[in-house]
């Protein structure tokens, strides 16, 4: 067997032959393809050699290679320059830095394009380049390929646009359920599902063991006495959902993913007409949720993270902003008396951290160069973490945390990621404290140990944690448990998921059981497209120890036409739409619907449907944070498409309008009949982005098609009347809106009139105060200075 495969496309001796990969990789090429690895045994380089043996079978035909992060985007590229025999510019880096109109000229003359899959999908949205000359297509970390990520939809119009497709999807961890891997199966239109577990007699000469270590510790006096006063409220606000007949149990333990679904029963309610009962149900709900976190942390973390937790509720409750449920959980006096306890207890060492302590000095006194990581599920326990081990001697220890800022917690930019990555790359730190940003999606080098700080319910979480260790030789796994706690729930749960995932991969390679998996687990076939089937005459470029065969799929036939190219199409509808717009699921449904889309920074408005229609669309939570966000003031959007176009519409998209905020319904519904009889603007509900988006197409289907009418996204109203024009230059003064300007006018008949008005002359008129007479005056009296 040869040391190295060999390929035109590949520079000799710098791909390592190994019969597993080329194997799957010649699997790959016979069909679009599902390749389920333990981390660390080369995924990227099956990716490789299907890639090079397209792209040599297919002159001119284009790979792209996926990638959930900008730095695996460029570690990526950086391999496949290195390695490929082509020129190393036709190897490209598309990451939303890049600028569109400079990757719309780099994917003309690129070979291989390296990218995050939102950059892709923004692009084909915007039609900047189609997929036609794409002859592969490889989805890394493919596992995410569900719901309204951006993978779905590449993989959609992948199939639809390429003349020759093939796609290859790469994961350590598809998940644990038939189900799952078929969602995964379905939406990346896999025909093949191809698993390697770390016993297959071709792997295991490349597996270095893990020793794994579950290491129970005791929770301190001072925590168990502040977990039963917290329970004790837990208790108090189940019994009072209990005798408001929302739960059928006294002794309720719902789990968080339980909870946000009781919370979506009852805001549906609440939608449909719910009774006051319903808004009650929905904040003690609320309660329960931040009571439940605060046990979490007391049992699993410790005292420094709950009594951070607890200065952000009383800051919560403080606030303008602050929820009905907070305000209530601080007046009751076990949660007060819990909170002193912990305020008093600060010092009590925690059992856990010091186990970290001891754990990390005993590895790195065995072996001084060891690397480590330490997994822990939240910020504040990192930090607390990263604290005590920097009193250790010999460790030099780094937090680890994701870009997303938060209250007092500034995150990390990628940059300072790959930053702090070099770093511990280089021995300048040895131990790395991590949230879940260092599970996937960044390349973080392999370490002797890895450490957790808790459990973590999930075996995709739990697999990719352990896979940061053992790649290049024995690796050590520890798993801390508080005894008695949810801890040990989250091991057995991990545990449980595990082993049904490693069973249902066991069954896929049955075939009998992989059409099972293809057909959504249950006899029903999954909403995939059967891509072409491959011929077994291709001519192969590939050599190895293996004899690589190429098994190159052939080519759609082309010019041929179906019953489909004679049906008549009808006429294209047009929607200028704002590009923040871009990710939203209401534009994917619209594309589905043959909508013709132009992004622009439109300035007013989201969806402009004809010259005449302009929709302003809002999810609840957004509408609700314009309300508090003086710098996206509602009335002021409301009042420009006012002024813009003869019918303009909101649109609230979602569930939650009543129950997100401490903001009661009467103030809502007050607010929207504001702008529905004040401003004469209709407002939708609808249920999701389906229904925004079908509204949107009939609306527009009816002005453009049966009206007759032209879109533009600089229309203006061509019609208003002196009148209108009289009512919007006065309402545009500050602290007057259109129906004091409409009071105004009526008073003193002209605008020259108001001018002149006196401040007690301008209080005579209804709904006009001290404070906005004293507003229009200063607006009238002031003298202009443009540099103020």
């Given at each position: 067997m040869s040391e190295f495969v060999s390929h035109p496309l590949l520079r000799p001796g710098t791909v390592a032959s190994r019969a597993?990969?080329?194997?799957?990789?010649?699997?790959?090429?016979?069909?679009?393809?599902?390749?389920?690895?333990?981390?660390?045994?080369?995924?990227?380089?099956?990716?490789?050699?299907?890639?090079?043996?397209?792209?040599?079978?297919?002159?001119?035909?284009?790979?792209?290679?996926?990638?959930?992060?900008?730095?695996?985007?460029?570690?990526?590229?950086?391999?496949?320059?290195?390695?490929?025999n082509i020129d190393p510019e036709q190897?490209?880096?598309?990451?939303?830095?890049?600028?569109?109109?400079?990757?719309?000229?780099?994917?003309?003359?690129?070979?291989?394009?390296?990218?995050?899959?939102?950059?892709?999908?923004?692009?084909?949205l915007c039609h900047r380049f189609t997929l036609e000359d794409v002859v592969h297509v490889?989805?890394?970390?493919?596992?995410?390929?569900?719901?309204?990520?951006?993978?779905?939809?590449?993989?959609?119009?992948?199939?639809?646009?390429?003349?020759?497709?093939?796609?290859?999807?790469?994961?350590?961890?598809?998940?644990?359920?038939?189900?799952?891997?078929?969602?995964?199966?379905?939406?990346?239109?896999?025909?093949?599902?191809?698993?390697k577990t770390e016993h297959d007699p071709d792997v295991a000469p490349y597996i270095y063991d893990k020793d794994v270590e579950w290491v129970k510790v005791n929770v301190p006096d001072k925590a168990n006495e502040i977990r039963i006063l917290l329970e004790a409220v837990l208790d108090d606000r189940?019994?009072?959902?209990?005798?408001?007949?929302?739960?059928?149990?006294?002794?309720?333990?719902?789990?968080?993913?339980?909870?946000?679904?009781?919370?979506?029963?009852?805001?549906?309610?609440?939608?449909?007409?719910?009774?006051?009962?319903?808004?009650?149900?929905?904040s003690i709900v609320a309660e329960i949720m931040k009571i439940g976190h605060a046990v979490d942390l007391i049992q699993t973390q410790g005292l420094q993270p709950l009594n951070k937790y607890f200065d952000r509720l009383r800051e919560e409750s403080g606030s303008k902003g602050g929820s009905k449920a907070t305000r209530r959980l601080m007046t009751d006096p076990r949660l007060k008396h819990a909170m002193a306890v912990a305020a008093s207890a600060e010092d009590v060492v925690n059992p856990k951290t010091e186990k970290v302590k001891e754990i990390v000095a005993e590895q790195l006194r065995a072996n001084p160069a060891s690397k480590v990581i330490v997994f822990t599920n939240y910020r504040d326990t990192a930090e607390v973490v990263a604290r005590a081990l920097a009193e250790v001697e010999g460790v030099r220890p780094v937090r680890f945390v994701g870009q997303a800022s938060k209250l007092n917690d500034k995150g990390l930019s990628q940059k300072k990621q790959v930053e702090i990555l070099d770093k511990f790359r280089a021995g300048e730190y040895n131990a790395l404290i991590a949230t879940s940003v260092?599970?996937?999606?960044?390349?973080?080098?392999?370490?002797?140990?890895?450490?957790?700080?808790?459990?973590?319910?999930?075996e995709i979480r739990s697999i990719q944690r352990r896979g940061r260790t053992g790649r290049n030789t024995v690796g050590r796994v520890v798993v801390l448990m508080s005894k008695g706690t949810r801890d040990e729930g989250a091991y057995r749960v991990s545990q449980s998921k595990e082993k049904r995932m490693y069973k249902t991969m066991q069954h896929m390679k049955d075939g009998q059981a992989m059409m099972d998996v293809l057909n959504d687990g249950n006899g029903t076939a999954a909403p995939q497209q059967q891509l072409p089937e491959t011929g077994a005459d291709g001519e192969g470029a590939m050599t190895g120890g293996s004899d690589f065969a190429s098994l190159d799929p052939a080519k759609a036939p082309?010019?041929?036409?179906?019953?489909?190219?004679?049906?008549?199409?009808?006429?294209?509808?047009?929607?200028?739409?704002?590009?923040?717009?871009?990710?939203?699921?209401?534009?994917?449904?619209?594309?589905?619907?043959?909508?013709?889309?132009?992004?622009?920074?439109l300035p007013v408005g989201d969806y402009v449907l004809s010259d005449r229609v302009c929709v302003e669309r809002k999810t609840a939570d957004d509408f609700l944070n314009t309300l508090f966000d003086p710098s996206r003031g509602l009335f002021e959007q409301i009042i420009a498409m006012k002024r813009e176009y003869l019918r303009p519409v909101l649109v609230i998209e979602g569930e939650g309008l009543y129950t997100k905020r401490r903001i009661s319904p009467e103030a809502i519904q007050g607010i929207i009949a504001s702008i529905m009889v004040d401003?004469?603007?209709?407002?939708?509900?609808?249920?999701?982005?389906?229904?925004?988006?079908?509204?949107?197409?009939?609306?527009?289907?009816?002005?453009?098609?049966?009206?007759?009418?032209?879109?533009?996204?600089?229309?203006?109203?061509?019609?208003?009347?002196?009148?209108?024009?009289?009512?919007?230059?006065v309402s545009a003064i500050s602290e007057v809106g259109p129906v004091i300007a409409r009071n105004l006018l009526g008073h003193f008949g002209s605008v020259k009139s108001i001018a002149e008005a006196s401040a007690e002359e301008l209080q005579a008129v209804d709904k006009v105060g001290p404070k906005t007479a004293a507003r229009i005056r200063e607006i009238m009296d002031s003298l202009y200075r443009p540099g103020e």
């Amino acid at each position: 067997m040869s040391e190295f495969v060999s390929h035109p496309l590949l520079r000799p001796g710098t791909v390592a032959s190994r019969a597993y990969q080329e194997t799957l990789a010649q699997k790959a090429l016979e069909k679009s393809s599902l390749i389920v690895l333990p981390t660390g045994l080369g995924k990227t380089i099956i990716a490789l050699l299907v890639i090079a043996d397209r792209l040599y079978g297919h002159e001119g035909g284009k790979v792209l290679i996926l990638s959930p992060t900008k730095p695996l985007v460029e570690q990526h590229a950086a391999f496949f320059r290195k390695v490929m025999n082509i020129d190393p510019e036709q190897v490209v880096v598309f990451t939303g830095s890049t600028p569109p109109e400079e990757r719309a000229g780099l994917w003309q003359n690129a070979r291989v394009i390296v990218s995050t899959p939102q950059v892709i999908e923004n692009d084909l949205l915007c039609h900047r380049f189609t997929l036609e000359d794409v002859v592969h297509v490889t989805f890394d970390e493919a596992h995410r390929a569900s719901g309204n990520y951006a993978y779905v939809y590449i993989a959609k119009k992948y199939v639809e646009q390429a003349k020759s497709p093939l796609i290859l999807g790469i994961t350590a961890s598809p998940g644990s359920t038939p189900e799952k891997i078929s969602e995964v199966a379905g939406s990346l239109f896999i025909d093949r599902v191809e698993v390697k577990t770390e016993h297959d007699p071709d792997v295991a000469p490349y597996i270095y063991d893990k020793d794994v270590e579950w290491v129970k510790v005791n929770v301190p006096d001072k925590a168990n006495e502040i977990r039963i006063l917290l329970e004790a409220v837990l208790d108090d606000r189940v019994k009072k959902l209990f005798e408001m007949g929302v739960v059928y149990s006294r002794s309720l333990n719902l789990n968080k993913k339980e909870l946000l679904l009781l919370q979506q029963r009852l805001q549906a309610q609440i939608v449909k007409g719910g009774s006051p009962e319903s808004y009650r149900a929905v904040s003690i709900v609320a309660e329960i949720m931040k009571i439940g976190h605060a046990v979490d942390l007391i049992q699993t973390q410790g005292l420094q993270p709950l009594n951070k937790y607890f200065d952000r509720l009383r800051e919560e409750s403080g606030s303008k902003g602050g929820s009905k449920a907070t305000r209530r959980l601080m007046t009751d006096p076990r949660l007060k008396h819990a909170m002193a306890v912990a305020a008093s207890a600060e010092d009590v060492v925690n059992p856990k951290t010091e186990k970290v302590k001891e754990i990390v000095a005993e590895q790195l006194r065995a072996n001084p160069a060891s690397k480590v990581i330490v997994f822990t599920n939240y910020r504040d326990t990192a930090e607390v973490v990263a604290r005590a081990l920097a009193e250790v001697e010999g460790v030099r220890p780094v937090r680890f945390v994701g870009q997303a800022s938060k209250l007092n917690d500034k995150g990390l930019s990628q940059k300072k990621q790959v930053e702090i990555l070099d770093k511990f790359r280089a021995g300048e730190y040895n131990a790395l404290i991590a949230t879940s940003v260092a599970e996937e999606g960044l390349d973080i080098p392999s370490t002797d140990m890895v450490l957790f700080y808790e459990p973590v319910p999930s075996e995709i979480r739990s697999i990719q944690r352990r896979g940061r260790t053992g790649r290049n030789t024995v690796g050590r796994v520890v798993v801390l448990m508080s005894k008695g706690t949810r801890d040990e729930g989250a091991y057995r749960v991990s545990q449980s998921k595990e082993k049904r995932m490693y069973k249902t991969m066991q069954h896929m390679k049955d075939g009998q059981a992989m059409m099972d998996v293809l057909n959504d687990g249950n006899g029903t076939a999954a909403p995939q497209q059967q891509l072409p089937e491959t011929g077994a005459d291709g001519e192969g470029a590939m050599t190895g120890g293996s004899d690589f065969a190429s098994l190159d799929p052939a080519k759609a036939p082309a010019g041929q036409a179906s019953l489909e190219t004679f049906e008549e199409v009808p006429e294209q509808i047009e929607i200028y739409v704002d590009s923040r717009e871009m990710r939203s699921a209401v534009v994917k449904a619209l594309e589905a619907k043959n909508v013709k889309m132009d992004f622009q920074a439109l300035p007013v408005g989201d969806y402009v449907l004809s010259d005449r229609v302009c929709v302003e669309r809002k999810t609840a939570d957004d509408f609700l944070n314009t309300l508090f966000d003086p710098s996206r003031g509602l009335f002021e959007q409301i009042i420009a498409m006012k002024r813009e176009y003869l019918r303009p519409v909101l649109v609230i998209e979602g569930e939650g309008l009543y129950t997100k905020r401490r903001i009661s319904p009467e103030a809502i519904q007050g607010i929207i009949a504001s702008i529905m009889v004040d401003y004469g603007i209709p407002v939708l509900f609808t249920a999701g982005a389906e229904e925004t988006a079908s509204y949107i197409f009939t609306v527009a289907r009816r002005e453009q098609l049966d009206r007759k009418r032209t879109v533009s996204p600089h229309a203006r109203k061509s019609s208003q009347t002196l009148a209108e024009r009289q009512e919007y230059l006065v309402s545009a003064i500050s602290e007057v809106g259109p129906v004091i300007a409409r009071n105004l006018l009526g008073h003193f008949g002209s605008v020259k009139s108001i001018a002149e008005a006196s401040a007690e002359e301008l209080q005579a008129v209804d709904k006009v105060g001290p404070k906005t007479a004293a507003r229009i005056r200063e607006i009238m009296d002031s003298l202009y200075r443009p540099g103020e």
